[in-house]
């Protein structure tokens, strides 16, 4: 019982990213929220929560893909820091088990290469708290570099991603980590054909936030 793990991490009323207590600088309408950040923390994140026109998907969006973001999710993904998993979704959960109630979410694969390298699933962990089916409908062939490749050649992306042989139901919310060009999401819809489908990314990429905006997109 000596070692501190993610769950103690997460009832301590410390916050994960920079240890101070949680109710620093919190308004009055977050002082009772569950929220593992602090209100200086929570600050600091870029929430959009809308849904984009990318690559003619309608994608819900939560958070813009700033550089304090981008920070955040190579400690936790790079760096193996699990205990800031909690951090990207706290503010989300009860609202995203009520928009998407009767949808089962169908992760973005991972390779097996980066799977091994970091001994966990980031998506899975980030989706922890959230109470809707979850299931790993793809897999992805060999680690693709996306970020280094010229935007036409990203488009290959659709030859390493690949369905499994696991069968889906018909509702799917489709997730992943950050949007940068969509072509990854474009890839697994265009695999998903004849579901019903929702998509949503966490962050969204700078560049892609300048897309109109989809109205009508939650059931
Ligand atoms: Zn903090």
Redesign the pocket.
């Known amino acids: 019982m000596s070692k501190r793990n993610h769950y103690d991490e997460q009832k301590s009323e410390d ?6 207590p ?1 109710m ?1 600088q919190r308004s009055i309408f977050e002082y009772f929220s569950n929220d593992c ?6 600050s600091y994140f870029t929430i959009v929560d809308d849904v984009f026109d990318v690559l003619g998907m309608k994608v819900h969006s939560l958070y813009a893909y700033t550089s304090y973001f981008e920070d955040l999710m190579f400690t936790f993904k790079e760096g193996a820091d699990v205990a800031l998993a909690p951090v990207f979704l706290d503010p989300f959960i009860h609202y995203l088990e009520k928009t998407y109630k009767d949808y089962t979410i169908v992760f973005a694969p991972i390779s097996k290469e980066k799977l091994e390298e970091r001994g966990f699933v980031p998506l899975e962990k980030m989706f922890e708290q959230i109470r809707l089916k979850k299931v790993h409908g793809f897999v992805k062939r060999f680690d693709y570099k996306q970020n280094k490749q010229v935007a036409g050649k990203r488009k290959d992306v659709a030859k390493v991603i690949a369905r499994n042989d696991v069968s889906l139901p018909h509702k799917i919310l489709l997730v992943d980590d950050v949007c940068t060009s969509g072509h990854t999401l474009k890839a697994m819809q265009d695999l998903l054909k004849g579901h019903e489908l929702k998509i949503l990314c966490v962050a969204l990429h700078q560049t892609t936030l300048g897309k109109p905006k989809v109205k009508d997109n939650f059931a």
């Open positions: 916050c994960v990213i920079c240890f101070e949680r620093n950040v602090c209100g200086k923390c929570r």
